[in-house]
């Protein structure tokens, strides 16, 4: 109840505080909505009922007190179906006006969050939204609150609570997108002709990337995190807070293996997933199985020699003149994840690229894309046929080259994940 209504008090002040004067106070508490309403004893007759109602034609519902204490409520509607019926004056005229009430009513006290109101109102038998509910204050009778009034205060709160986390949203977007910013400005100098793509399924999304100069050429990451939304972005918050204390601008040439190995490992110590944090009966127990796929790498000699180490990507390289298509592949092994194993060691490797290649590295967003003639999957194959087929268009001139078969694929389909895909040459 407490963290209910610390929530709503949240809410209540930031709305005024945004709204001023031009929006009333939203409404929180059942008290904000109960109709200050006068009560009736419970001595009263059914005649007299009569005669209170219609003496007062706004009042929907009236409660039964005793003492001040309310104990049962009146719904007009009903008592005067069923006063009218034949000879009912007649039988139940001189009889207390507990004869059609309900004596078992919802009875809140004024302070009661609107949520926990609502939650009564919807159980199978009540008669909330029919009858109302009372409101109390030191358990006194206080009001008496509509079932309308109810609902239109739950939807403007649902509401208010949706706008807060829209912007609350928009704002981590800033923030997601500002710890790309310096690798978009790195990635540029390094690299002038080559092209990056991202393009989160949500206002935030589980794919990012890592670009710093080093003292001999550059350090790149491409990330796929588990997810996207607000769980993907909070993982790359992560990932790109790590990667933002091991390799600074200027550095020697890290070893990518090594990150990888150490993110592994700081990923599961973050979250909770070493083997010894989820042996069975712990409180730590499948509560979160989370990681990355990635591919880091560094090019160096003029962006001829390439190292690089992958955890389930791999980087695709073709040459404008003909030939295969080249594919460095890392080690089918997630990072973070609770199958992987604490202390796994990822692989380096390392390869000569040949003059004037198109280098392409992408998460799974574009491959795992439902659409076409057949609403499949656009694949693996699919995808590096058009850079075999494209191999002498620059990256920029790919990209947009991909972007159109991608969006003409996707077509009426919904985006399924993140897109992000790199595409490079050392070319300037």
């Not at 933002?244 to 200027?250: C, D, K, L, P, R």
């Not at 001829?304 to 073709?318: F, I, Q």
């Not at 159109?404 to 399924?416: C, L, M, N, V």
Request: with cysteine.
């Amino acid at each position: 109840m407490a963290s209910i209504e610390e929530l709503y008090g949240t809410l209540a002040s930031t709305r005024s505080d945004h709204a001023g004067a031009v929006h009333a106070s939203l409404i929180i508490h059942a008290g904000q909505i109960a109709i200050e309403a006068p009560a009736i004893p419970a001595e009263m007759t059914n005649a007299e009922l009569q005669e209170f109602l219609l003496a007062s034609p706004d009042l929907d519902a009236v409660a039964v007190v005793r003492d001040n204490r309310p104990i049962a409520l009146v719904n007009r509607n009903v008592f005067m179906e069923q006063y009218g019926r034949p000879f009912s004056r007649e039988v139940f005229g001189k009889r207390g006006c507990l004869t059609f009430a309900d004596d078992a009513p919802l009875i809140v006290a004024h302070d009661t969050p609107i949520e926990v109101v609502v939650r009564h109102a919807v159980e199978p038998s009540s008669r909330v939204m029919k009858d109302g509910y009372i409101c109390t204050r030191h358990d006194d009778y206080f009001g008496v609150g509509s079932g309308m009034a109810l609902v239109k205060a739950m939807s403007d709160l649902e509401a208010e609570k949706t706008r807060q986390l829209l912007s609350s949203i928009d704002y981590a977007s800033a923030i997601q997108q500002s710890s790309l910013r310096n690798s978009n400005r790195e990635m540029s100098a390094c690299l002038p002709s080559a092209r990056l793509t991202w393009l989160p399924r949500d206002v935030v999304g589980g794919d990012c990337y890592f670009f710093r100069p080093t003292r001999h050429g550059m350090f790149g990451a491409i990330i796929d995190c588990t997810g996207h939304g607000v769980p993907g972005a909070f993982m790359t918050l992560i990932t790109l807070s790590y990667l933002e204390n091991q390799v600074s601008a200027g550095c020697d040439e890290p070893d990518p293996a090594q990150i990888l190995s150490d993110l592994n490992r700081y990923i599961k110590r973050v979250l909770g997933q070493n083997a010894g944090d989820r042996k069975a009966g712990t409180l730590l127990e499948a509560k979160s199985d989370d990681g990355l796929d990635a591919f880091l790498f560094t090019l160096t000699d003029g962006g001829t020699t390439l190292r690089y180490a992958g955890a389930r990507l791999e980087m695709a390289v073709v040459a404008p003149d003909g030939g295969e298509m080249s594919f460095f592949e890392g080690d089918k092994m997630g990072v973070g994840y609770s199958d992987t194993p604490d202390g796994f060691v990822f692989t380096l490797r390392q390869a000569q690229l040949p003059a004037g290649y198109r280098a392409f590295v992408t998460t799974d967003g574009i491959i795992d894309q439902i659409g076409g003639p057949k609403q499949i999957a656009l694949g693996r194959k699919r995808l590096y046929k058009l850079l075999d087929d494209e191999r002498r268009q620059t990256p920029h001139t790919f990209t947009e080259t991909l972007l159109a078969r991608f969006a003409d694929w996707q077509g009426e389909q919904h985006r399924r994940d993140d897109v992000c895909f790199f595409a490079f040459t050392h070319e300037a």
